[in-house]
């Protein structure tokens, strides 16, 4: 019998139920030799003990008799096997099937399948593989990674001739369509190596990108060595140590995410990344060893990423051979352009450091310029790891760096490529810091490197014209800014101490400071960058977490902003900022939000409203004027309009833009009889890509409890709440809305559905929803404790108050109960998501319309603790 490391030996004759008890204990004993084994002779070790019970069934299914071989392809065919990968098998026969073989085949599959083994296979002639071959690449990759198992030794040696003769892809045909296989994949993966969940094979950087490297070596040099590649100059030993550093520990990953999941996965799922962590011998306590781990991990994918890019790329020239087709032209003594590449002219290139900094100034120089030649990716990387000191420590380095933020196109690809290639991470010795640096939650999608890159092209994207009309007010802004650079700058800095520790607001201040007196910045070039990295965050939170309606709150931010100047750097930076945090982030109705701040605090800056009492009733007289209006232009009378508007309270015009006043008013002026009531309208006129729910209805009890269950029932979530009454006895409730995606709800079959069900509810014919939707899978890895503060006001009849908890479904509904128990009013709110964790701002009151004392604000605390936190 054959024997694997492990000492597992297949028994005589072989059960059911002793190959499984066989592949438990070989499960457990990898489990445990995955502590401290080689990660490579685990994954062949797992191989050979396969192998030898494909050996042993071939036997028992007398399968010997048979003109048969059997080969393993695929990634079986590599020899080396994860604890649930598939096993993928060839059935090689010559001529017509017996009808005994056929059977024996069938009895073969069905003994593994019955021992739990993932197996996959195909019985196939010769002439069957050349035809699926030729028609499809993913089986003629498939077919080039086979390995003799057993059978017969003469069709296994014409199998191995076809490949090397007969292959129906020549190299050209295989290398293009690898390569359109790898765009097609990247792309699904939104071209990011940087996802929160990465699949270990198939993201950008992962095993596959390593893999089709080898394919496209193993189709052109015939060889199943990797180190080929080497003698036929196409990488260094040095990279090719480097690549299968990055794969061994890709695999120490999967095999530990295997183990974990107890089942083939390959989504590094936050549920098991702390399981995978501590297999992996990360020893940080709480979230601190999954961004240790992730860290390592991003930084392996982005070196595969880079070495992918540029073996590619050396294929591409050597199997295309165009080279001497494009177009080329000297920059100077160093570079050239090559096509739509930049190349070195020669292999000293990088021999003074700043020409380093004077390569990224080339290609900003010149924007046809698309990709750096694979040579000179290669002379960069070799520069790079001969450089012993930040390059910011060379006089010439620092002139070069600012030089670059202060070219019109320096923030463009001149800028990532500095990124990519680690050069940034070698000027900036605090970028070196965050380079792989993870946030364990659901709102940071990306490392804080890359997310700070990504703001960065958010903000150069303001310059584009093509861009001008997606963010108006940002181009606008960039078009007059004097020193755009200040911006760049504040963007690079304004995360960079996240990680050490503390603030990293205060921390990255610090830092900013430094570099404006190493650059030799003006001292108020300096007191900008380093305010607008303190402060990069207030604008973000007083516009969805604060009353902007509210002068006092706008009176107060203006304080802190001080100059019009801040306003609009900051305004720009809280842009970028929030896009390039989440790609779900951003909606119309945050858009709005900042915008409507921006004005504001503008206005009053500029000292445009001299009080905040006069700048409300300025606000009031407008859109009521606006309004009359649009209603005037509808056929309603002054005297109607005026009657119906006596009833309303002046908070309500304040809150309210004209065109919402005049639909809410044109459609309560259409009410004849309280029995139809609850009036519903939903819509969008505010025109800020959200739905608005709009409820008018009799006094009603608790009706913000009734309608966030009913939202929750839906998949709604609300974002903005103004709870107003009437003189009279009537409640105008206003929602802002949107659905699981960000997207609004357009569809007319659930505007209806949403319509009756708020009716049945509000009118008593049905209670509100109660059930519990089950927690998310993304949530379940966190923990986020309750917690509420109140927010100092001067107002003395409300009481605001912040609350932080694990989001979920139905927790605005459970908030809304807990009040309702405590006879308490909601009379606002505004909901923040942060990735898992809900960001709340109630404004309430006690039913005789106060605010609440300390022994009220201690019961509301204590109640809204203990029902959130028990789930």
Same mark, same amino acid.
């Given at each position: 019998?054959?024997?694997?490391?492990?000492?597992?030996?297949?028994?005589?004759?072989?059960?059911?139920?002793?190959?499984?008890?066989?592949?438990?204990?070989?499960?457990?004993?990898?489990?445990?030799?995955?502590?401290?084994?080689?990660?490579?002779?685990?994954?062949?070790?797992?191989?050979?003990?396969?192998? %030898?019970?494909?050996?042993?069934?071939?036997?028992?299914?007398?399968?010997?008799?048979?003109?048969?071989?059997?080969?393993?392809?695929?990634?079986?065919?590599?020899?080396?096997?994860?604890?649930?990968?598939?096993?993928?098998?060839?059935?090689?026969?010559?001529?017509?099937?017996?009808?005994?073989?056929?059977?024996?085949?069938?009895?073969?599959?069905?003994?593994?399948?019955?021992?739990?083994?993932?197996?996959?296979?195909?019985?196939?002639?010769?002439?069957?593989?050349?035809?699926?071959?030729?028609?499809?690449?993913?089986?003629?990759?498939?077919?080039?990674?086979?390995?003799?198992?057993?059978?017969?030794?003469?069709?296994?040696?014409?199998?191995?001739?076809?490949?090397?003769?007969?292959?129906?892809?020549?190299?050209?045909?295989?290398?293009?369509?690898?390569?359109?296989?790898?765009?097609?994949?990247?792309?699904?993966?939104?071209?990011?190596?940087?996802?929160?969940?990465?699949?270990?094979?198939?993201?950008?950087?992962?095993?596959?990108?390593?893999?089709?490297?080898?394919? +496209?070596?193993?189709?052109?040099?015939?060889?199943?060595?990797?180190?080929?590649?080497?003698?036929?100059?196409?990488?260094?030993?040095?990279?090719?140590?480097?690549?299968?550093?990055?794969?061994?520990?890709?695999?120490?990953?999967?095999?530990?995410?295997?183990?974990?999941?107890?089942?083939?996965?390959?989504?590094?799922?936050?549920?098991?990344?702390?399981?995978?962590?501590?297999?992996?011998?990360?020893?940080?306590?709480?979230?601190?060893?999954?961004?240790?781990?992730?860290?390592?991990?991003?930084?392996?994918?982005?070196?595969?990423?880079?070495?992918?890019?540029?073996?590619?790329?050396?294929?591409?020239?050597?199997?295309?051979?165009?080279?001497?087709?494009?177009?080329?032209?000297?920059?100077?003594?160093?570079?050239?352009?090559?096509?739509?590449?930049?190349?070195?002219?020669?292999?000293?290139?990088?021999?003074?450091?700043?020409?380093?900094?004077?390569?990224?100034?080339?290609?900003?120089?010149?924007?046809?310029?698309?990709?750096?030649? %694979?040579?000179? +990716?290669?002379?960069?990387?070799?520069?790079?790891?001969?450089?012993?000191?930040?390059?910011?420590?060379?006089?010439?380095?620092?002139?070069?760096?600012?030089?670059?933020?202060?070219?019109?196109?320096?923030?463009?690809?001149?800028?990532?490529?500095?990124?990519?290639?680690? +050069?940034?991470?070698?000027?900036?010795?605090?970028?070196?810091?965050?380079?792989?640096?993870?946030?364990?939650?659901?709102?940071?999608?990306?490392? &804080?490197?890359?997310?700070?890159?990504?703001?960065?092209?958010? !903000?150069?994207?303001?310059?584009?014209?093509?861009?001008?009309?997606?963010?108006?007010?940002?181009?606008?802004?960039?078009?007059?800014?004097?020193?755009?650079?200040?911006?760049?700058?504040?963007?690079?800095?304004?995360?960079?101490?996240?990680?050490?520790?503390?603030?990293?607001?205060?921390?990255?201040?610090? =830092?900013?400071?430094?570099?404006?007196?190493?650059?030799?910045?003006?001292?108020?070039?300096?007191?900008?960058?380093?305010?607008?990295?303190?402060?990069?965050?207030?604008?973000?939170?007083?516009?969805?977490?604060?009353?902007?309606?509210?002068?006092?709150?706008?009176?107060?931010?203006?304080?802190?902003?001080?100059?019009?100047?801040?306003?609009?750097?900051?305004?720009?930076?809280?842009?970028?900022?929030?896009?390039?945090?989440?790609?779900?982030?951003?909606?119309?109705?945050?858009?709005?939000? !900042?915008?409507?701040?921006?004005?504001?605090?503008?206005?009053?800056?500029?000292?445009?409203?001299?009080?905040?009492?006069?700048?409300?009733?300025?606000?009031?007289?407008?859109?009521?004027?606006?309004?009359?209006?649009?209603?005037?232009? %509808?056929?309603?009378?002054?005297?109607?309009?005026?009657?119906?508007?006596?009833?309303?309270?002046?908070?309500?015009?304040?809150?309210?833009?004209?065109?919402?006043?005049?639909?809410?008013?044109?459609?309560?002026?259409?009410?004849?009889?309280?029995?139809?009531?609850?009036?519903?309208?939903?819509?969008?006129?505010?025109?800020?890509?959200?739905?608005?729910?709009?409820?008018?209805?009799?006094?009603?009890?608790?009706?913000?409890?009734?309608?966030?269950?009913?939202?929750?029932?839906?998949?709604?979530?609300?974002?903005?709440?103004?709870?107003?009454?009437?003189?009279?006895?009537? &409640?105008?409730?206003?929602? &802002?809305?949107?659905?699981?995606?960000?997207?609004?709800?357009?569809?007319?079959?659930?505007?209806?559905?949403?319509?009756?069900?708020?009716?049945?509810?509000?009118?008593?014919?049905?209670?509100?929803?109660?059930?519990?939707?089950?927690?998310?899978?993304?949530?379940?890895?966190?923990?986020?404790?309750?917690?509420?503060?109140?927010?100092?006001?001067?107002?003395?009849?409300?009481?605001?108050?912040?609350?932080?908890?694990? =989001?979920?479904?139905?927790?605005?509904?459970?908030?809304?109960?807990?009040?309702?128990?405590?006879?308490?009013?909601?009379?606002?709110?505004?909901?923040?998501?942060?990735?898992?964790?809900?960001? =709340?701002?109630?404004?309430?009151?006690?039913?005789?319309?106060?605010?609440?004392? =300390?022994?009220?604000?201690?019961?509301?605390?204590?109640?809204? +603790?203990?029902?959130?936190?028990? &789930?």
């Amino acid at each position: 019998m054959s024997a694997s490391v492990s000492g597992i030996t297949w028994p005589s004759p072989l059960t059911i139920a002793t190959g499984r008890a066989c592949l438990e204990r070989y499960q457990h004993w990898s489990a445990e030799a995955f502590v401290t084994a080689d990660i490579e002779s685990l994954l062949r070790d797992r191989s050979v003990m396969i192998d %030898a019970l494909l050996q042993q069934l071939w036997q028992h299914f007398e399968l010997t008799e048979q003109p048969l071989t059997l080969i393993a392809v695929g990634g079986f065919g590599r020899g080396t096997l994860h604890p649930h990968s598939d096993i993928d098998l060839l059935f090689l026969h010559q001529g017509p099937l017996s009808a005994q073989a056929s059977a024996a085949i069938t009895q073969y599959i069905q003994f593994l399948w019955d021992l739990h083994l993932d197996v996959g296979h195909s019985v196939r002639t010769l002439d069957d593989c050349v035809r699926e071959a030729q028609a499809d690449v993913s089986v003629a990759t498939s077919l080039l990674e086979q390995r003799y198992i057993c059978g017969c030794a003469d069709l296994e040696r014409d199998f191995r001739q076809f490949l090397h003769s007969d292959f129906p892809w020549s190299s050209s045909e295989f290398y293009e369509a690898k390569q359109a296989e790898q765009d097609q994949r990247h792309t699904h993966y939104h071209s990011t190596s940087y996802n929160l969940e990465p699949n270990i094979k198939s993201s950008p950087g992962g095993l596959r990108d390593i893999q089709t490297i080898g394919w +496209i070596a193993k189709r052109h040099f015939h060889t199943q060595s990797d180190e080929s590649l080497v003698q036929y100059n196409f990488i260094t030993a040095a990279e090719l140590l480097e690549l299968r550093d990055y794969q061994e520990f890709l695999w120490r990953i999967r095999f530990a995410l295997h183990l974990e999941a107890n089942k083939k996965e390959d989504r590094l799922l936050f549920d098991y990344q702390p399981a995978v962590a501590a297999r992996m011998g990360y020893n940080e306590t709480g979230k601190a060893a999954v961004e240790a781990m992730m860290k390592d991990y991003f930084n392996a994918v982005v070196g595969v990423n880079e070495l992918n890019d540029m073996l590619l790329q050396f294929f591409a020239q050597t199997i295309l051979s165009n080279a001497n087709e494009l177009e080329s032209y000297a920059i100077d003594a160093n570079f050239k352009v090559l096509g739509k590449s930049i190349a070195a002219q020669h292999d000293d290139v990088f021999a003074q450091p700043a020409t380093l900094l004077r390569f990224f100034i080339a290609i900003a120089n010149h924007p046809e310029v698309r990709y750096v030649r %694979a040579h000179t +990716i290669r002379l960069l990387r070799n520069a790079r790891r001969e450089l012993t000191h930040p390059l910011s420590d060379d006089p010439e380095c620092r002139q070069l760096f600012l030089q670059l933020l202060r070219h019109p196109n320096g923030c463009g690809l001149a800028f990532e490529r500095m990124h990519r290639h680690k +050069i940034l991470a070698h000027y900036l010795p605090q970028w070196a810091q965050i380079v792989g640096q993870m946030q364990f939650d659901l709102f940071h999608a990306y490392t &804080v490197d890359e997310h700070t890159f990504r703001l960065v092209r958010n !903000l150069y994207s303001y310059n584009d014209p093509a861009l001008a009309d997606d963010f108006p007010l940002c181009a606008e802004i960039m078009a007059d800014m004097e020193k755009p650079e200040l911006l760049y700058l504040a963007g690079i800095f304004h995360d960079i101490a996240k990680g050490r520790g503390g603030d990293h607001s205060e921390l990255g201040e610090h =830092d900013a400071r430094n570099f404006g007196l190493q650059h030799q910045l003006s001292e108020a070039d300096t007191d900008l960058i380093a305010w607008l990295v303190r402060h990069h965050l207030i604008m973000s939170v007083t516009a969805q977490k604060r009353d902007i309606h509210d002068p006092e709150v706008i009176a107060t931010f203006a304080e802190t902003v001080a100059t019009v100047e801040r306003l609009e750097y900051l305004y720009c930076l809280t842009v970028a900022d929030i896009r390039a945090t989440n790609s779900s982030l951003w909606n119309n109705w945050k858009a709005a939000l !900042l915008e409507n701040l921006y004005s504001a605090t503008r206005a009053a800056l500029e000292e445009q409203q001299p009080s905040a009492q006069r700048q409300v009733r300025q606000r009031i007289t407008e859109h009521k004027s606006h309004a009359m209006a649009l209603l005037l232009s %509808a056929g309603y009378t002054v005297q109607r309009i005026q009657e119906l508007w006596s009833r309303f309270t002046a908070d309500y015009f304040l809150r309210h833009q004209p065109e919402q006043i005049a639909w809410h008013s044109q459609h309560i002026l259409s009410v004849t009889d309280d029995d139809v009531l609850p009036l519903i309208l939903i819509g969008d006129e505010n025109r800020q890509g959200t739905t608005e729910l709009f409820i008018y209805h009799l006094e009603h009890e608790h009706l913000f409890a009734e309608v966030a269950a009913v939202l929750d029932n839906q998949n709604l979530s609300i974002h903005d709440a103004q709870i107003l009454a009437t003189r009279d006895g009537f &409640v105008m409730d206003t929602f &802002v809305v949107l659905q699981d995606d960000g997207q609004p709800l357009t569809e007319p079959r659930r505007i209806e559905s949403l319509k009756q069900d708020l009716h049945d509810v509000l009118r008593g014919r049905r209670p509100a929803p109660s059930g519990q939707r089950r927690l998310p899978r993304r949530l379940r890895s966190f923990k986020v404790p309750t917690a509420v503060t109140f927010v100092p006001s001067k107002k003395s009849h409300r009481t605001a108050f912040e609350l932080t908890a694990l =989001d979920r479904p139905g927790l605005i509904a459970q908030i809304a109960r807990v009040l309702q128990r405590l006879e308490l009013n909601i009379l606002a709110a505004k909901i923040t998501t942060v990735g898992e964790q809900a960001e =709340d701002l109630f404004i309430i009151a006690t039913e005789d319309n106060t605010a609440l004392d =300390d022994e009220q604000k201690a019961q509301l605390r204590r109640q809204l +603790i203990t029902t959130l936190d028990d &789930v």
